[in-house]
C-alpha cells in the first residue's frame, strides 16, 4: 500500500510570513491543502495547496499554469489569487478561494435510493454545466479530467454549485505528451484516460458518468472494464439508466449513454449540445422523478467534514466564508503577482477577476503546454 506524502506545513506554521496554517484539509499524491488565515487580510480565510515539484523545470511550467488559472473568473469555479514557488521545500504554492460545504457525493448518499430527481439534477448541474464550457472556451482549453458528484461543492450559504480538485496532477515533463495514462477515478474516467490522449470529450464523459450517478444512485461501470469487455467482442456492460431507473425520460436516457459513449467520437461535441438537451427535458416536462423525503441539498445542516485524505479544499467549517459572502482582496493586498522563477516568455501580469473583458493568454512553446490543457494545479 503507497503510504501518503509527508506534509511540508505543519499547523501554526506562517508561510511567506504571511499565510497562517490553521488545518489541514486534505492530501494526497501531489501534496496537500490547507486551510490558512492571511495576517494582512482580516477575516479572510483561504484553501492553501502545496504541489510537489523537485525539478526547477516543473516549477516553471506549474507557475505558468498558476498565471492561466489566476485569469479564470467564473463563479462556478474556485478563484485563484496567487502562486509561488518554495524551492526550499521543492513546491509550488497555490493560494485560492476556500468553499465550504459538503459535495454531491455526500449528499446523494442521504437520499433514498442514493439518487436524485431529474429537475433536481438539472438545478444543481446547471452552472457546472456552464463552468465546463467556460473552461473548454479558453485558448488553450482547461481539461478538468475529474468531474464526479465529490468534486462538486454545494456551499453550505445556499449559493449554486462549485466544481473543485483539478489535482489530479499527471507527472509534468516538459517532453510529456498528451498520451500518457493519466490516472482518473474509476466510474468517472473516460476510456481516453487510460489509453490515449485527453480533450474536452474527456470532460463530457465525466459529466455524463456523474448526471448517471445523480439519477440513478449507481455509479457508471469503469470504462477501462468497458473497453475491455468490448475488445473480446462481448457486449457493452454499461446497464442503460432506463434499466435502473425506468421513469427517466428517454430522451435523458439517450443523452447520457451517448456521452458515456467509448468512442470519443459519439460524444457530443461540446457541453453545451449535451446540457441544452438534458434543459429541454425538464422545461418539456420530461421530469421531475419523484423521490420521496428529498432532502435540501442547500441546508447547512447536512453539511459535513470532508474525508481526511480527500485532495480538495472544500470542507464544512461552521462560520468558514463561502465564495460570495466574503470580501475578496484588493489588487492592493498583492494577489495580483504570479511570484516567477526566470519565465522570459510568460505573459505579464493581468488584473484579478476584475469586470474587465478577458485578456487573451499567448501560449509560449516554451512553457511546455499542450493544445488541450489539462491543470495540474487548480483545485
Known sequence: MQEEPQTKFAQGRIVRDRYIIEDLL??????????????????????????????RHQRESFLFEGEVLRR?????????????????????????????GPNLEQ??????????????????????ADALSYLHAQKPPIIHRDVKPSNIIIPTSGESAVLVDFGIAKEY????????????????????????????????????????TLLTGV???DALYRITRISVNRADPLVPVQQIVPEIPAAVAD?????????????????????????????????????????????????????????????????????????????????????????NDAPGSAPSHSNMPPVPLVVPASAGLHPCWQSSLYC
Open 219 to 221: 455509479v457508471p461501470i
Open 72 to 100: 479564470l473568473d467564473h463563479p462556478a469555479l474556485p478563484r485563484v489569487y496567487r502562486v509561488f514557488d518554495e524551492p526550499e521545500n521543492k513546491l509550488i504554492c497555490i493560494l485560492m478561494d476556500y468553499v465550504a
Open 173 to 212: 515533463d516538459q517532453e510529456a505528451t498528451t498520451t500518457a495514462v493519466r490516472h482518473c477515478s474509476p466510474g468517472y474516467g473516460a476510456p481516453e484516460q487510460y489509453t490515449s490522449g485527453t480533450g474536452t470529450p474527456t470532460d463530457i464523459y465525466g459529466f455524463g458518468a456523474t448526471l448517471y
Open 26 to 55: 486534505g492530501q494526497g499524491g501531489f501534496g496537500a491543502v490547507y486551510r490558512v488565515k492571511d495576517r494582512r487580510v482580516k477575516g479572510n480565510v483561504f484553501a492553501l495547496k502545496e504541489v510537489e515539484a523537485p525539478e
Open 255 to 343: 443523452a447520457i449513454q451517448r456521452a458515456l459513449a467509448v468512442n470519443s467520437n459519439d460524444r457530443f461535441a461540446t457541453i453545451k449540445e449535451f446540457w441544452s438537451l438534458m434543459e429541454s427535458q425538464v422545461v418539456a416536462g420530461g421530469g421531475p422523478i419523484t423521490e420521496p423525503g428529498h432532502e435540501n441539498v442547500s441546508s447547512p445542516e447536512h453539511a459535513e467534514v470532508l474525508p481526511a485524505g480527500l485532495p480538495m479544499a472544500a470542507v464544512q467549517l461552521a462560520n468558514a466564508h463561502t465564495l460570495s459572502d466574503r470580501p475578496y482582496p484588493s489588487t492592493g493586498d498583492d494577489y495580483t503577482e504570479v511570484d516567477t522563477l526566470s519565465m
Open 107 to 128: 449528499l446523494r448518499n442521504k437520499q433514498p435510493g442514493k439518487r436524485f430527481s431529474l429537475a433536481r439534477v438539472v438545478e444543481m448541474m446547471a452552472p457546472i
